[in-house]
């Protein structure tokens, strides 16, 4: 089992809908989460970090369980700027802190 | 505020030729960040500098992979010999290490990344 699950899609949504996806963690003892957004071949970027209260920044929402080990992303009347991939990432403590990093979930929105 | 820079954008070699790449990281970054990133998956972290001391380097493939950072800035990446499999993209980043010293927590930035080919 990976580290770090995520589906690879593509998610094909049409403008305006809501979109959802998960990102499943294997390792009980990670301690941050972070959703960070990859446009086509371009280098990633910090979409958001995820607290365990869960949070949000304008049409997007993430979560965290940490009893199911997941995280997930919400994003509310997609735009067809939010078509990327959209990359999860874990951090874990070991002998020092670990970043490990999801293969990507490939969104692509419609007109 | 300038960004993390890296030079070439794109490289072709040949197998069993050797390459270099070079990063500068965002000023005041302590820490920097090398990834290989295979098209399809996720980056994979190859090594982790803290100022110029390796933090982690357990996933660099030593035989052929080496890496320094030697006054703390900017950075190499060599690779000698290549391998057909090592094609990929190579990303920089950098951060700047928490109070706690838990670089994780921090915000990585990246550099736009060369694109190696081993023909």
């Known amino acids: 089992r990976k580290e770090v699950e995520q589906d690879p899609g593509p998610f094909n949504v049409p403008e305006g809908a809501t979109v959802a996806f998960n990102c499943t963690y294997s390792n009980s003892a990670s301690q941050s989460f972070f959703w960070y957004r990859q446009d086509c071949r371009k280098e990633p970027k910090l979409l958001m970090s995820?607290?365990?209260?869960?949070n949000e920044d304008g049409r997007f929402t993430a979560q965290l369980n940490r009893a199911s080990q997941y995280i997930s992303l919400l994003i509310r009347d997609s735009k067809l700027s939010d078509s990327a991939t959209y990359l999860c990432?874990?951090?874990?403590?070991?002998?020092?802190?670990?970043?490990?990093w999801g293969a990507g979930t490939k969104l692509i929105i419609k007109p | 505020e300038a960004g993390v820079a890296q030079s070439p954008r794109y490289k072709i070699i040949e197998k069993r030729q050797s390459v270099a790449f070079w990063c500068n990281p965002i000023s005041g970054h302590a820490t920097l960040y090398w990834y290989q990133q295979i098209l399809g998956q996720g980056p994979k972290l190859l090594i982790q500098?803290?100022?110029?001391?390796?933090?982690?380097d357990s996933q660099l493939p030593k035989d052929r992979f080496s890496a320094e950072r030697l006054k703390g800035v900017d950075s190499t990446l060599k690779i000698q010999p290549a391998k057909l499999e090592d094609s990929a993209v190579y990303l920089c980043?950098?951060?700047?290490?928490?109070?706690?010293?838990?670089?994780?927590?921090?915000?990585?930035?990246f550099g736009p990344g060369t694109r190696l080919t081993v023909l």
């Open positions: 500098f803290q100022n110029n001391g390796v933090v982690d």
């Open positions: 990432v874990v951090s874990v403590y070991g002998s020092n802190y670990q970043l490990i």
């Open positions: 995820v607290y365990s209260s869960g």
């Open positions: 980043a950098s951060s700047f290490p928490t109070r706690d010293s838990s670089p994780s927590y921090n915000e990585q930035f």
